[in-house]
């Protein structure tokens, strides 16, 4: 005779809810999923950065004097480089400067070469007035407003559903949850064009017809560039997690 399964009884706000054994591994299971697909590409992307930034003398120089090398190459006459925040490395095309953050401005690694060549692509993008480099100016500021809208919704709804007399739905909570996130994710998926662009179409043609590292080390600076590709989207898939962190920019 076969032993009976245990369910659990949950009553709440009327309704009986039945948990069963294999519910709770559904749900471990399902978490497990999330947390791998909003946590897992940010998580690789750091992985990536950090497992090539050991220091490498037998590289001509360090990611800061690429950057100034590749400017002088390319005539990029209005760019110039300066150090930023740690993990900040962007280009800025509203004033024209390729901001490293310190590890890469001064790292000699394979990390810092592939960072600075593809913060100095965008800015050669910039420079030819290529349409693929205005993806950026044309959709994040779009996304930045829409997700503060989202987020203030987010904390504001059970307020709003008291002055409004609307019954506060938990459906409706998770779906502006939802919605926030996925507005950051699909915002930085319609600019990841011109992340690919950076790092594919400009900084991995120029490395790998120059002299600047062993044609050996291409592969894991392809891994490198891909990362560098990926890191905005990454992060708009870890923010998914973290919607309160919008209001403190």
């Known amino acids: 005779m076969s032993e009976p399964k245990r369910v659990k009884v949950i009553v709440f706000n009327g309704a009986y809810f039945v948990i069963t054994k294999r519910c709770v591994m559904l749900w471990i299971l399902g978490i497990l999923l999330f947390l791998v697909l909003f946590c897992g590409p ?27 090398h590749l400017i002088r190459r390319f005539e990029l006459h209005e760019v110039s480089v300066e150090t930023t925040q740690e993990g900040q490395d962007h280009f800025d095309i509203q004033q024209h400067k390729v901001r490293l953050s310190p590890s890469v401005f001064n790292g000699q690694s394979l990390t810092a070469v592939a960072v ?36 203030g919704l987010l904390i504001g709804w059970p307020l709003l559903s008291i002055l409004l007399h609307i019954p506060y739905a938990v459906v409706i909570h998770a779906l502006v949850v939802g919605i926030s996130g996925l507005l950051a994710v699909f915002v930085q998926l319609a600019i990841l064009p011109e992340e690919w662009d950076a790092s594919f179409h400009k900084a991995l043609p120029i490395l790998a017809e120059g002299d600047y590292l062993p044609k050996e ?23 998914m997690l973290f919607v309160w962190r919008w209001f403190k920019r």
Do not use: N
């Open 116 to 151: 600075a060549s593809h913060e100095v692509g965008h800015a050669i993008a910039h420079e030819r007035q290529e349409g693929i480099a205005r993806l950026r100016m044309r959709y994040l500021p779009k996304a930045v407003f829409l997700q503060r809208l989202a987020a």
């Open 42 to 68: 940010h998580l690789w992307v750091k992985f990536t950065l950090q497992r090539y930034a050991k220091k490498r003398d037998d590289l001509p120089g360090s990611g800061g004097e690429l950057a100034e």
């Open 217 to 239: 080390d291409l592969p894991k600076v392809k891994r490198i560039l891909f990362a560098c590709a990926m890191t905005y989207v990454s992060a708009a898939l870890l923010k």
